[in-house]
């Protein structure tokens, strides 16, 4: 069950969407034949329209579902001394795949995290068991994530140390710990997020040379990556998040950071037509957008980390790390910093820079914006302006009206 790929590669696809990554000219745009993506560019307050239900929200809780058929049949196994190492990694697995569909359920369907209201603001319903009929309440956004460190804990002690060389979906120890970094960061415990990166790296740390990898090929890297902790990707339904797409466009401004000794301009971006810059296949291998784990992903969450915590001499050398491994050989210049805050910037640059199309944008514009970045999003379609302001319900996503009329949960106001 926990190798059915259809249903346990798949992640939420409405943040990238409505991020400020891309973007798409009128009559391309005009032309989707979904109303969810063209309602999630323009930031609609009915978002889905009249479509009851949403992969966004079902699928996660799909996969909820049978990990928890998992769990509750291995409590009926009772493995013999050889059988034990299969038992601990199955269960381990099926803890890690709840605490990822946990995750991404409230990152998308509730708002950033607030230690100040972490206690009362809804977050979404925990199901811990396989009874579809018991309409659970939306717990609060504490309890979701204290769910998903309490899975990521506990699968830690069960899971292998070894990162599968092909079989990328199942995931290892250090997949789980990386996955509580990516979540202590987003929860603002830069401590804890230091230390679960920390044991993520001390058990794997491999980065690729982007030196070898072809600057011209559409799909410069496959699904079996070295440098992929867990192999997930970006839900299916949405023709704006398939990287072969020819009318949506990386976003200028983004494009234009990267230095041309920058080797991820060239392996992560295409030429569609004149100054249009597209995207090229990324970490999956394949047209969907990664939205898995990654050990570049690690580096950041650790210097950020470090970073905001003043220790700044090892923020510094995790960027350097990696940036030496993206940069043309022979040109790479090592960053420097004047201050904590200088280097903080820089390391927010360099994570939207090598983390672009994975996901992650939109998470991090709400937690910026939590603690005071102020970042206002704006999409120009001919003569219409639209404005997404910092803080702003629209940054929460609703919840399916089918879900709403089954279960009776609040809904998100928009």
């Known amino acids: 069950m926990l190798d059915y790929t259809q249903v346990f590669t798949f992640s939420p696809g409405l943040g990238e ?42 699928v996660p809780y799909q996969q909820i579902l049978y990990t928890n058929i998992v769990l509750e049949q291995l409590e009926k196994i009772k493995p013999g001394a050889s059988e034990i190492r299969e038992w601990e990694d199955i269960k381990g697995a099926a803890l890690f795949n709840r605490a990822w569909a946990l995750s991404t359920l409230v990152q998308h369907f509730a708002g950033a995290f607030d230690s100040a209201s972490m206690n009362t603001a809804p977050g979404v319903p925990i199901r811990l068991t396989t009874d579809v009929k018991n309409n659970i309440p939306r717990n609060s956004i504490k309890e979701c994530y204290d769910q998903v460190f309490n899975d990521l804990t506990n699968a830690a002690k069960l899971l292998s140390p070894v990162v599968p060389a092909i079989a990328k979906n199942r995931p290892s120890k250090p997949a789980a710990y990386a996955l509580a970094a990516r979540n202590a960061l987003l929860t603002g415990q830069y401590e804890k997020a230091k230390n679960y990166a920390d044991s993520s790296l001390l058990l794997y740390n491999y980065l690729t040379d982007y030196n070898s990898i072809s600057t011209t090929a559409i799909t410069p890297f496959d699904r079996s990556m070295p440098e992929v902790l867990y192999y997930c990707q ?12 020819t009318t949506v466009f990386a976003d200028t401004s983004l494009y234009r950071s990267y230095n041309m000794n920058d080797l991820r301009r060239s392996i992560f971006f295409r030429t569609i037509s004149g100054s249009n ?25 650790r210097a950020e980390a470090m970073a905001r915590i003043g220790q700044t001499n090892i923020a510094l050398n995790d960027l350097n790390t990696l940036l030496q491994k993206r940069w043309r050989t022979g040109t790479f210049i090592p960053v420097t910093a004047i201050n904590a805050a200088d280097l903080l910037s820089k390391i927010i640059i360099e994570r939207r820079k090598e983390l672009v199309w994975r996901g992650l944008r939109w998470q991090d514009l709400k937690r910026y914006n939590k603690i005071g970045a102020n970042l206002q999003l704006q999409r120009i379609l001919g003569t219409d302006n639209y404005i997404l302001d910092p803080g702003s319900n629209k940054y929460i996503f609703p919840i399916p009206q089918e879900e709403i009329s089954l279960s009776g949960i609040i809904q998100n106001p928009r």
């Open 17 to 58: 969407m409505a991020a400020d990554d891309y973007y798409m000219l009128p009559v391309n745009w005009q032309a989707l034949s979904s109303v969810v993506e063209r309602n999630s560019y323009t930031w609609e307050s009915d978002l889905y329209s009249n479509q009851l239900s949403v992969a966004d929200w079902s």
């Open 277 to 301: 810059i597209g995207f090229k296949r990324g970490y999956s291998g394949t047209t969907l957008s990664f939205t898995g784990l990654a050990t570049d992903e690690v580096f950041l969450i």
């Open 234 to 245: 970006a839900i299916s339904r949405y023709s704006i998040l398939q990287t072969t797409s």
